[in-house]
């Protein structure tokens, strides 16, 4: 998926975009890892605040 810098992106999209489920994604945005805003009964992220705070993600361990 391509990111829009003035694009809006649901819960459901970023969830896509990043890989996690929509708890993980709405944990961040609770903890203020991404910028977000509501729109009626949706939350919103604009394409801006997405590619400008991307949360800090280490790669994962391998498994041994």
Same mark, same amino acid.
């Given at each position: 998926? &391509? %990111?829009? &810098?003035?694009? /809006? =992106?649901? %819960?459901?999209?970023?969830?896509? @975009?990043?890989? @996690?489920?929509? &708890?993980?994604?709405?944990?961040?945005?609770?903890?203020? =890892?991404? #910028?977000?805003?509501?729109?009626?009964?949706?939350?919103? %992220?604009?394409?801006?605040?997405? /590619?400008?705070? /991307? #949360?800090?993600?280490? #790669?994962?361990?391998? %498994?041994?």
């Amino acid at each position: 998926m &391509r %990111v829009e &810098r003035d694009g /809006l =992106y649901t %819960v459901e999209e970023l969830c896509e @975009v990043f890989g @996690v489920g929509r &708890r993980t994604m709405l944990r961040w945005l609770s903890r203020g =890892y991404l #910028p977000s805003r509501r729109i009626g009964h949706k939350t919103i %992220v604009i394409g801006a605040d997405r /590619l400008d705070h /991307l #949360p800090e993600m280490r #790669p994962a361990k391998p %498994v041994e």
